[in-house]
């Protein structure tokens, strides 16, 4: 069934306000916390809403309006009050690059669903299993950096956070019938430590772009010149690359390289818009790529980070007894160790003989309940190296699959 008639959400658009609202939430146990942000929209991403439940109800609090965050610093940092996520990674790393907030006792309904075993960890699949309310998905690509927001926008936000105090207990009576609580609590402490990622523009990323490997070399020194050319026009309009001009229509453009400008009309994609505001700067592109050196082949990688061959097979080891043991217990495999704490342990020999040292990256419980068998693991003899058999080469797909039975 659709989601029963609430009471509006309460706006908070004042410094005021939000000063008021923090005084109250020194009372609360536990607040639920969503965000939303104009990621689709601009280049330089912001929160746009911070949407909060507490005992008394639903609140938004528009950043845009506010301007000053900080009255909601000490809800965050304050030990003594949960904080309700559902998928909070994106929602900690948005908080903490914004408004430099730092955010501690975490409860994620997401992680908690996933120890659980749930295959659907969507929040409205979750909401309509155990409530039987059906949130619309309509307005997951809104531009949440818009004013006015209506108030289908704002019932829609007010719903991200609605359940999820109920939600919270639900699932912490399953972890805990199943003894999987302090499981949930590794999963949630490591969200604490989300950093937000430092946004890197790398110049080789047009690689990426759908036919860049196909194109002749001097081609993809256009497509290279045209891909600098929108991130610096994404970067000044303050708009997503993608919103400035698609990857197609990059390929398409670089695919027959025009020389002359009114060649750029015949491409399907070029609006009359596009063509007035970027058609001269998109011609001297083009012409600069045609005059830059051909790009021959893809760029070296960095062999500075790649792991020796005896690095790997203790990473495959540890994921193959990581894969056996969740069967065992019958939860998911990061439940058991996420994958980065796979990797840092993997490369351990290399730092300190001292093995107990190489499960300093992990939990105290996940010491005490898998550190034995992990050193186990990685005390037995290195599995043989693999060789991949070369192919010969044949005279069709046909004949490939004969020799290869």
Known sequence: MNPPKLPPAAMLETLKDLEEFAKELKNEKRVAVDIESDGFYVYHEKVCLVQLTTSKGDFIVDPLSVKDMSPLGPLFRNPKIEKIFHAGEYDVACLKRDFGFKVVNIFDTMIASRTLGEDKLGLARLIEKHFRVKLSKKLQRANWGKRPLTPEECEYARLDTHYLHALRDILHKELSVKKLLQDAQD????????????????????????????????????????????????AYLDRAPFRVLSELLLFKIAEKAPKTLDGLKEFKGMTPYLF??????????????????????????????????????????????????AAERGVNPVVILATDEIKEISQGPHRDPDAEKWLACLSEHKREVYGPSILEVLSRPLPPKKHRRRRRKSGGKKAQKVANE
């Open 187 to 234: 999963a949630f402490e490591r969200l604490e430590r989300i950093e937000p990622p430092e946004r890197v523009f790398n110049p080789d990323d047009f690689w990426h772009i759908k036919g860049a490997k196909d194109l002749p070399p001097q081609k993809r020194a256009v497509l290279k010149s045209l891909y600098l050319f929108r991130e610096k026009k994404a």
């Open 276 to 325: 007035k505001h970027f058609g001269r700067d998109l011609s001297k592109a083009i012409n600069a790529g045609l005059e830059d050196k051909p790009i021959e082949k893809f760029p070296e990688r960095n062999h500075a980070n790649r792991w020796d061959s005896d690095t790997m097979r203790r990473y495959e080891a540890l994921r193959e007894w990581r894969k056996q043991t």
